[in-house]
């Protein structure tokens, strides 16, 4: 029996197809600028037991295996790196299996949406803190948690998915299934906290950007979500770098999330902001030209939150130039943000203004609180330095956005805005990688790596060769021929 | 390639459009307090589930065929004459809620349903569209101007030769529509008894041929475009200037197809429940006996969606109803569709069925007796999907209710 007959005994032939026609819609993720490659078999398996088979078939046939969510890589991530590539879309296996109130977990199949899983917990008067990433409307679980992912909400307060992850099943590339977090014991049957019984071996799973295993089951903290909230949109006209980075720091000194209630804390540097007003995204902000932050905290008592509302007013106040709101009206964006899922969405309208001759390749990075203003300004430099390089691949660089982590550092949504122009694509594709390498001299974290974040990173040698060796023998255990994500980390 | 794919060629731009960050596969917008965040996209949730059976996929269709990735084949088309064409992508892909925030991809890709439609109509072109079901179906119409296997001469059986609504003169022609003509003709009557009662001047016309939606909905544009030329030519002489439709399809054809195709249309299209509820409005029609028992209301995507009616049927409801009347949790912009529309009732019957009872569930979930709608198209969807599921709750044309009611 063939590879492709193997797999359809496992999913019928409803859940599996090798026809160019429908194989070839999963040639992108959101990147349109590295290579777009379709893969030989899409298939769409329902349960760990489905995956496990399928991995076995494609071990047995020593076929690549790539494992995608809601197919929402910005950095190749998502698509097939070589064309014999079994595609395993994971967002059949979309169940909640179980919401233990007791012990406020919630357990779900990784194939499931960050907003999918939210809806049936706001009913519950629960969330799960970290929304996920920007793209929380249809990115899976598996693959937040497969990226250290932000922005689609609370990371102020919550910080990265991943630190809310309380249990894990993983396939590996053996076929075999293992389950991290307390259910590392047998005799354990509701996973309730991460550590334990030994070393933190979940961790080899997060973040590792689809490569240790395939995530099928998965097991988050979920958090009851406060009643009351509020959030102010102040502007700042000049000097916003280095303001807003003494308005995060007094925040801090006063407690940040734990004492403040702070659910999310964003700053727009001003070209970004100039992007949004220029092209009309935000009327209400009219021409305004410096730097825009926003914050948004929670309550679960009202009192405190208008305790905390005057605190946090008082010292944005004392830096800014000047309030834009209070009202949505009047360019407060934050009962949007908050109240309507602006948080899934905020990214995605910045996406949409790309129109059909621009996209974005995205240098995300994650940057201690202490350097923020300088790597704003070091963006700015860098962009300045390869001004002739951008203008001939009629390319942009820049910072969409910083939003705050809930402890010391932040997110940087930066990247390049490049012309999808066929005959650019490669020297863009020089560009973005020259700006992933130099953030990683500039000591900042990639979390997000996808295909080319992750070659950076071993290319620049960035990896310590006995780190690398490390990583390579871990990879090397858990699935020993490879099979899953190849070329990611150039395994 | 692009000389065969000619409409989509000039969609490039559009298509290109689509950054391909997947709302459309899964969430519909509302609030914290509220939301609704379900599977919009009946295609990807009743269908396999793959990315080309919800809009991102289809745009990466598009484009890999005018990148000559592939080839265009019946395969391909059967997977895209799978969309039902309720727009509900087009409505998740605007994902501002905030009036404050206006730019966004539908502006730059405008309208999904009409590139859908285009791809359609381009695969019709390269000889791998429609589907064998609607060759034969519009082979039917050629001859007897009807998608029902019906001849035409009976088109308006129904109803007593000497009727005084099948003379000339009047304000409105009444466009019966096939459905409505040949499948549920007591809708048609129904109209006509109220219309009568308040003394509407209403004509008819036995030369009237299917709308052509079906045409239109599957990229058949020949076709469509006959059916619109000759139902523009029996309008100008019928001689009236105001159009009356009861079938959503009908009056979406009719209010936004026929302008592009027909460069003099000058009629004014309105739906029947447009006309009912400024009736009710000005008390030319008078509410006697309240109906009794919760009502729920399904929004047809022809004509909540597409053509953005949501107030004339609610107004009604609250005029005729006795006990509540309770929205399902997906209503008006955000409303699931039934699974009839873009030619899907007649391409995959089943899967249009299990679509409806979907909506049928939805509609238990409200506790109602009477789930009404406007559309006879998804009335019959529904109607049959209450059998499949063996449900109890009354499915209704709003007119029906109307009728009982005065």
């Known amino acids: ?491 | 390639m692009t000389e065969k794919l000619k409409r989509l060629s000039q969609l490039e731009e559009r298509i290109l459009s689509c950054i391909g960050v997947g709302d459309c596969r899964n969430a519909l917008k509302g609030p914290y307090s509220k939301p609704i965040l379900e599977l919009s996209c009946p295609n990807m949730e009743h269908g396999s589930g793959f990315e080309v059976n919800f809009a991102r996929g289809r745009f990466s269709l598009a484009r890999a065929l005018l990148d000559g990735r592939i080839q265009p084949s019946e395969g391909l088309a059967e997977e895209v004459y799978q969309c039902t064409l309720c727009g509900s992508c087009r409505q998740v892909c605007n994902n501002c809620a905030n009036p404050d925030l206006i730019v966004n991809a539908r502006e730059n890709i405008e309208d999904h349903i009409d590139i859908w439609e285009q791809f359609r109509a381009d695969l019709v072109d390269a000889g791998v569209a429609p589907l064998p079901k609607h060759k034969k179906m519009f082979s039917h119409q050629e001859e007897e101007h009807n998608p029902y296997f019906e001849k035409h001469s009976e088109r308006l059986n129904w109803i007593p030769k000497d009727s005084k609504f099948l003379k000339p003169g009047g304000e409105y022609l009444f466009f019966v529509g096939c459905t409505s003509a040949y499948r549920l003709n007591d809708i048609s009557r129904t109209f006509l008894e109220i219309a009568d009662q308040v003394d509407l001047k209403i004509t008819m016309s036995p030369d009237e041929w299917c709308c052509g939606s079906v045409n239109f909905r599957t990229g058949v544009e020949k076709l469509g475009n006959e059916t619109a030329q000759h139902n523009f030519e029996i309008f100008k002489t019928v001689g009236i200037k105001k159009i009356i439709a009861t079938c959503a399809g009908c009056y979406r054809t009719l209010k936004i197809d026929y302008p592009k195709w027909l460069d003099d249309w000058d009629f004014e299209v309105l739906h029947s429940i447009e006309v009912i509820d400024e009736l009710i409005q000005n008390k030319k029609i008078k509410i006697k006996n309240k109906i009794p028992g919760i009502i729920t209301y399904h929004d047809p995507c022809h004509l909540g969606r597409h053509a953005e009616i949501y107030d004339a049927p609610r107004n009604v409801i609250e005029a005729i109803k006795q006990d509540d009347f309770v929205e399902m949790r997906r209503n008006k912009e955000n409303a699931y569709c039934c699974g009839a529309g873009g030619g899907v009732k007649s391409g995959f019957p089943e899967f249009a069925v299990e679509i409806a009872v979907e909506r049928i569930k939805e509609a238990e979930e409200t506790g109602a007796e009477w789930l009404t709608s406007t559309c006879p198209f998804c009335l019959i969807n529904l109607k049959d999907a209450v059998k499949e599921a063996n449900s109890k709750i009354k499915v209704v044309d709003l007119l029906e209710l109307v009728k009982n009611a005065i």
């Open chain 1, 1 to 491: 029996m063939a590879l492709y007959d193997e797999l359809v005994k496992i999913v019928g032939n409803k859940y599996c197809t090798d026809k160019d026609y429908i194989c070839v819609a999963y040639s992108r993720g959101i990147d349109p600028c590295l290579p777009e490659i379709t893969p030989q078999i899409v298939i769409r398996p329902e349960s760990t037991e489905q995956v496990a088979e399928i991995i076995k078939i494609a071990n047995k046939y020593k076929t690549p295996v790539l494992p995608r969510g809601g197919g929402c890589g910005l950095m190749g991530g998502s698509k097939p790196i070589s064309e014999e590539t079994i595609l395993l879309d994971l967002t059949r296996m979309d169940k909640i299996l179980d919401i233990d109130e007791e012990n406020h977990a919630v357990t779900v199949q990784c194939g499931i949406s960050w907003s999918r899983l939210n809806a049936v917990l706001f009913d519950k008067g629960y969330y799960t803190g970290n929304m996920g990433p920007g793209s929380g409307l249809t990115a899976s679980i598996g693959g937040g948690l497969s990226h250290h992912s932000g922005g689609g909400g609370g990371c102020a307060k919550y910080g990265k998915c991943t630190e809310h992850c309380i249990g894990l099943e993983v396939v590996l590339g053996t076929g075999d299934v293992i389950t991290l977090g307390s259910q590392e014991s047998k005799f354990i049957d509701n996973p309730f906290i991460r550590y334990g019984f030994g070393p933190d071996l979940m961790g080899i799973f997060l973040g590792d950007n689809g490569t240790m295993g395939v995530k099928t089951e998965a097991t988050l903290n979920m958090y009851r979500k406060p009643p009351y909230y509020s959030g102010k949109t102040f502007y700042i006209e000049d000097g916003s770098y280095e303001k807003s980075q003494q308005i995060v720091l007094e925040m801090m000194r006063l407690g940040w999330s734990k004492e403040l209630g702070i659910y999310d804390f964003f700053f727009y540097p001003p070209p970004s902001v100039m992007g949004i007003t220029t092209d009309g995204l935000i009327e209400s902000w009219g021409d305004i030209k410096g730097g825009v932050f926003f914050y948004v905290h929670e309550a679960f008592d009202e009192q405190v939150l208008n305790r905390t509302s005057e605190v946090l007013e008082k010292i944005s106040k004392k830096y800014s130039t000047r309030e834009l709101g209070p009202s949505p009206e009047k360019g407060n964006i934050t009962d949007w943000f908050y109240a309507e899922q602006g948080h899934w969405q905020i990214f995605h309208n910045l996406f949409s203004l790309m129109g059909p001759d621009y996209f974005v390749a995205t240098t995300e990075f994650i940057c201690p609180i202490s350097r923020y203003p300088e790597m704003l300004h070091k963006l700015d430099k860098w962009e300045e330095d390869h001004h002739e390089e951008l203008f001939d691949a009629e390319a942009e660089s820049g910072v969409g956005h910083v939003y705050m982590l809930n402890h010391n550092c932040c997110y940087f949504g930066s990247g390049i805005n490049a012309t999808t122009d066929s005959d650019l694509k490669e020297d863009v594709i020089k560009l973005w990688k020259e700006q992933l390498q130099f953030l990683l001299k500039e000591k900042m974290v990639l979390y997000m790596c996808g295909q080319i974040g992750s070659h950076v990173i071993v290319d620049s040698r960035a990896y310590s060769d006995t780190f690398y060796n490390f990583f390579k023998n871990i990879k090397n255990v858990v699935d020993p021929n490879g099979i899953i994500s190849p070329g990611k980390f150039r395994f």
